[in-house]
């Protein structure tokens, strides 16, 4: 089993900033991604962002370019999202992802609310 726990989300106003956190624990894998998603009332999940194993490879999406930062602890088994100059369309429950080859595994979600 694998246990993801999202943490560090909440209310802000529309320019500030917010750190997302997860941490991961039970079964553990030698390589694996760690992604963050999000889901606003009445819209699909979408991805925000994915690195890989080794931190070196990073994904975005072009709505969170350049504000968003994702980075990893491996030691710490828990993954980060910095999230600056947010925009009320940020506003979505944020969920952490864990995919081991084509397994993905999934957080509660953090609720990330930026209001105008």
């Known amino acids: 089993q694998v246990q993801l726990v999202e943490s560090g989300g909440g209310l802000v106003q529309a320019g500030g900033s917010l750190r997302l956190s997860c941490a991961q624990s039970g079964r553990t894998f030698s390589s694996y991604i760690m992604g963050w998603f999000r889901q606003a009332p009445g819209k699909e999940r979408e991805i925000v962002a994915a690195?890989?194993?080794?931190?070196?490879?990073?994904h975005y999406a072009d709505s969170v370019k350049g504000r968003f930062t994702i980075s990893r602890d491996n030691a710490k088994n828990t993954a980060f999202l910095q999230m600056n100059s947010l925009k009320p369309e940020d506003t979505a429950l944020y969920y952490c992802?864990?995919?081991?080859?084509?397994?993905?595994?999934w957080g509660q979600g953090t609720q990330v609310t930026v209001s105008s």
């Open positions: 992802n864990l995919r081991v080859g084509s397994t993905d595994y």
């Open positions: 690195i890989s194993w080794s931190g070196g490879i990073t």
